[in-house]
């Protein structure tokens, strides 16, 4: 079934026009029209935008917060599940990513990363047992879906680039393998850092406390960034 067809959000008053998708668009050097079909083609085209908090937008909407992004957990789901590079020619460099679907291309840029951990869901191991740190798991959840979507917190792989504070967890293959991490969820991890000795946060931390344990950071992810934010730091 088509991605917005699965979506009831956008069916009344300012949003009617968005769902309708007759909107032409005229954004960096590019030019599109929601739910166009290129010639030769049966094939329908969108276009979304995904901001730093997660919130995933139709492109061309002019107002973007919590009222106007998708919020049904079942289209999220569909919708992240199927994201990939954009590996088909189109809009590469304007739309890196790409959510197919049957009858549909659905093109994707983002502000950072396209995907965005949220929160953290713990879960017991068992279903007998309420959680402590012993008996518990904590997941990342991702893209606006609760616990539709979630990979495993990993405590030692989180890796924060002390310029521009943004923290970040390793993700699918597929999105990228790197996911950032909400600033909300970022403010209340960055508590848990430890610092090397003497030479204070303009630094990279070295150390991660969680759930009465010490983890050594591997900064595995570090590679994938693709920023010289963290080499700098570390030179300092």
């Known amino acids: 079934m088509a991605l917005l067809k699965i979506n009831k959000i956008f069916t009344q008053g300012l949003f009617r026009r968005q769902l309708n998708l007759r909107t032409q668009v005229n954004t ?21 935008y995904i901001d730093h908090q997660g919130q995933l937008f139709l492109d061309d909407v002019r107002i973007r917060n919590f009222i106007t992004c998708f919020k049904d957990k079942k289209f999220l789901q569909f919708f992240f599940k199927r994201l ?17 679907c049957a009858g549909e291309r659905n093109f994707i840029r983002c502000d950072d990363r396209p ?9 017991p191991l068992t279903e007998n047992n309420p959680p402590t740190s012993d008996t518990q798991v904590d997941l990342l959840s991702y893209g606006g879906a609760g616990d539709l979507l979630t990979v495993p917190f990993r ?25 950032l991490i909400k600033s909300s969820l970022a403010i209340d991890l960055s508590q848990h850092f430890e ?6 946060e303009s630094t990279p931390p070295s ?6 344990k010490r983890y050594e950071l591997t900064n595995e992810i570090v590679e994938l960034l693709n920023d010289d934010d963290y080499e700098t730091s570390t030179d300092q």
Not at 32 to 42: A, F, H, L, W
Not at 115 to 123: D, Q
């Open 195 to 200: 610092f090397p000795l003497q030479k204070g």
């Open 207 to 212: 150390h991660f406390n969680w759930n009465n």
């Open 155 to 179: 405590p030692s792989a989180i890796c924060m680039l002390p310029k521009s504070g943004r923290i970040y967890h390793p993700s699918t293959t597929k999105s990228g393998g790197v996911g």
């Open 84 to 100: 990939r590079p954009n590996n088909t020619g189109c809009y590469t460099a304007e739309f890196p990513y790409l959510s197919p």
């Open 28 to 48: 960096r050097a590019i030019s599109y029209t929601q739910g166009q079909v290129p010639e030769g083609s049966k094939t329908r085209e969108y276009f979304y």
């Open 115 to 123: 995907i965005v951990f949220t929160h953290i869901i713990t879960k």
